[in-house]
């Protein structure tokens, strides 16, 4: 499977005329952690663009980007760090490519290192399943606090 390069500046694609754009979360706790980072990994994205997909990541990639933490031993940036990436690796953009046939770990700089095990694409799929049959909270009458 080939990976689809990503373009150096992406712009998100406007949301039609009278529906806001919805930014997932993982976005913005990527905006928080970026200025923690000594530089930007290229196999995360930056912001969310229909023309990318997102890349499994390798086995490992958060103690690599612990590294990249401007103060490693900052706690807060840790958290912010683990929570990013718990929530990125647990949005439908990312499980779709855990879960693609033939789909390849990637390490920071975007490399292709390793397939993904039959049992994490297994696993992802499964939980895509699950979040399908979840009623979406942007759904209904807005009841929810």
Known sequence: MTTARRPAAVTPSPAPAGRPTIRPHWATLFAELAPLLTRWPP???REPHPELEARPLALGTREKLAELLRDPAD???RRLLA?????????TFYLTALATDGSRRHDLDGRPIAPVE??????AASLLLIKAMRPSPR?????RR
């Open 139 to 143: 759904a209904g009458t807005g009841a």
């Open 75 to 77: 706690p807060k940036a």
């Open 43 to 45: 196999v995360l994205p």
């Open 118 to 123: 039959p049992a994490d694409r297994a696993a």
């Open 83 to 91: 929570r990013a990436l718990a929530v990125y690796c647990r949005s």
